[in-house]
């Protein structure tokens, strides 16, 4: 998990010795930036699962993406579910996600998290019950 607000893909890029890129990239932020890092840094025949809202006006590498072969993937319906299933295994397995947790605010507040959210300036806020 990488917190975009204050890393760079690349820098996990180095201190994971990938020398081809990788193979999966879930771009969860929603942020262009981390999008367009994650293209870069991807290797050929990689696929990505797009599960961040991103700005509208977000451009793309797609020479990029079409000389890797990329494959982009959004996420819709039943497809969720297996989604969630499977970010349960990886938390229960012991992947903290706290860094990527930006804001916590009480049910009661969920206009002033919309907010945040819709500012951008934000990694994940939770809503808590």
Same mark, same amino acid.
């Given at each position: ?53 991103? *700005? ?9 993406? !079409?000389?890797? /072969?990329?494959?982009? +993937?959004? =996420? ?29 605010? *009480? ?9 945040? !959210?819709?500012? /951008?300036?934000?990694? +994940?806020? =939770?809503?808590?019950?």
């Amino acid at each position: 998990v990488i917190n975009i607000q204050n890393e760079n893909i690349s820098d996990y890029y180095k201190k994971l010795r990938i020398t081809n890129g990788f193979d999966i990239g879930l771009e969860m932020s929603g942020k262009s930036k981390a999008l367009g890092e994650l293209i870069h840094h991807m290797y050929h025949g990689g696929k990505i699962a797009l599960l961040g809202i991103l *700005p509208n006006e977000t451009t793309v590498a797609w020479d990029e993406i !079409i000389f890797k /072969g990329l494959h982009l +993937k959004g =996420i819709y319906g039943r497809e969720m579910f297996e989604t969630w299933y499977k970010m349960t295994q990886l938390v229960r397995g012991g992947l903290d996600v706290s860094p990527v947790i930006t804001h916590k605010f *009480p049910a009661d507040d969920f206009e002033k998290a919309f907010s945040v !959210i819709e500012s /951008g300036d934000c990694g +994940k806020v =939770i809503l808590e019950w």
